[in-house]
């Protein structure tokens, strides 16, 4: 087999693998009527938006993985993408709206620009 | 309560999750397609789509696969990226309490945020209805993935347009979830020092090692501000 459809296949079964753990993790521990350990549901709760904005940044850096700042356009369209995405969702709060605009908004910026 | 009665019920219940999942598993599979050039494309989109029902995690996997990111990260990332699904098995443990093993582990297997919020709103006087319910619910709700991702994989063969910044879909998506998370006061802080750790991970770090420090930081940081952050969480509730 091809070593990217083996490559798409570990990806799938991993993904899938730990997801599924996770949504059975209270099944699998709690099921006697144990109660959760707080310092769990604490870390659970406070990890959702941490996990999420360190994701934003990585996105970020991920663009000038290979390519220069100055190459990519200093920033700008990423910039642009985000401001649209943010305020649209803060407004409108229409996940895919704001997603399409956003994306929409970056593409034209970075393909007639940079 | 009659079968079709719990279906018309739960077909209604479940018609936002159909907007809502076309759509946005259509983008995700557009992304697939637009970034992993192979004919065969649409095919995956539909395994990935079936086997881990979940939303960012479709987006992310498309850089996963074009950047060949190392399994043991791809583990920790999904880890850290689903780990909110742990908490609503806490919050349906009674709920499922006594339900056939086969029904149960489709139950938690298609355990998404939107199929979580429908479950855990459904009230039927009598177990049996509820198990029904949240069982076409789930089974609804995994179907709209499941074809709006193969179909935004299939479109996005068939259209030939430029796809050029067209991941920015999944960044936008991240942003969307933060905005949503931030609306709510206690998750500001908690998002600042996820932030910060990112940031700090990057500039110790390439960008392709810098998600494992970073996740390290923000750990250590919450036990350590635990007590703090505690009472700023608690002062949300009231």
Known sequence: ME?????????IAVTAAVTVLLRAF??????TGKKCPEVISYIGKVLSPAAIAMLVIYCFCSVYRDKTFASGGFGIPEL???ITVIVLHWWKKNPLLSI?????VYMLILQNFF | MLKEKTFAKAFTASLPVLMGYTAMGMAAGLLLAGRVNRPDIALWAFFSSI????????????????NRTALLD?????LFLNIRYAMYGLSLLEKFRGIGFWKKCYLIWSLTDETFALEADSRFPDKKTNTRYCLQVALLNHSYWVFGVTAGALAGKIIPFSTRGIDFAMTALFLVVLTDQCRERTNRIPAMIGMISAIAGRVFFSVDNMLIPAMILMTAAFLIFRKKLEKHLASGEN
């Open chain 1, 3 to 11: 070593s990217q459809t083996v490559f798409i296949i570990l990806i």
């Open chain 1, 26 to 31: 209270p099944f699998l521990l709690f099921s």
């Open chain 1, 80 to 82: 642009a993408g985000s």
């Open chain 1, 100 to 104: 399409i605009c956003g994306t929409t």
């Open chain 2, 51 to 66: 086997s881990s029902i979940s939303g960012a995690l479709q987006f992310a996997m498309v850089d996963w696969i074009v």
């Open chain 2, 74 to 78: 791809v583990a920790l990332l999904t």
